[in-house]
């Protein structure tokens, strides 16, 4: 009888490794347009009202961002997201030194940020002209908490079929080169509004 058994036990230990295997982990699926994926640096946004915007290449970061957002949400949905598809439709870091308001006094404040809300003629934080009429990246004065000109992390696309959203806007703790060009302060920056991106999608899926 025990011999019996012993050849029996493989069989049973086969036909439970199914039900205890993980189920196929989530995919990302990159469909967004042929210009959100190329170039490289900054490329400068057109118009009268995005002046001063730029886009910034997925190339700026290594690893990719898409590789980056992908890494966090499998870390930060766990099983719910296993076996669902993320599909990435648009998904632009816009870089925004745009100032509003301040006057004649703009000439003699540095280019690397603007003052946070204080005297009347110090440069002023957000987009100089209305969301509408923006190409992207528009923020107001109060989404930032620095000094430092913001990252905009604008995000669309689906899970499981669903449509998402997503819209971050971070504000850089150190000056920034402003090239992303492979500058350690860029690349930090850029990686750190990808995290923040992640998280406010995984929120935004478990609602």
């Known amino acids: 009888m025990c011999c019996l058994l012993a050849l029996q036990m493989p069989a049973f230990a086969q036909d439970a490794a199914p039900a205890d295997a993980p189920d196929k982990p989530m995919v990302v699926i990159d469909l967004r347009p042929k210009e959100e994926r190329e170039g490289t640096g900054i490329l400068e946004l057109k118009g009268k009202c995005n002046q001063d915007v730029y886009t910034i290449a997925d190339v700026a970061s290594d690893p990719l961002k898409v590789d980056v957002l992908e ?25 925004n030194k745009q100032v509003s308001g301040g006057g004649p006094s703009l000439q003699g404040v540095g280019v690397q940020g603007y003052s946070l809300p204080g005297k009347s003629k110090e440069r002023k934080a957000g987009s100089k002209c209305s969301r509408n009429a923006s190409a992207g990246g528009w923020y107001l004065a109060g989404e930032v908490t620095t000094q430092y000109f913001p990252l905009i992390s604008e995000f669309a696309g689906t899970f499981g079929g669903k449509p998402i959203t997503a819209r971050v806007v971070y504000s850089p703790r150190t000056k920034l080169e402003g090239k992303f060009v492979g500058a350690a302060s860029d690349t930090e920056a850029l990686i750190d509004a990808v995290h923040q991106t992640a998280e406010a999608l995984a929120i935004a899926i478990v609602q």
């Open 71 to 95: 890494a966090d949400l499998v870390q930060q949905l766990g099983l719910a997201g296993d076996g669902k598809t993320l599909t990435v439709l648009n998904w632009s870091i816009y870089y």
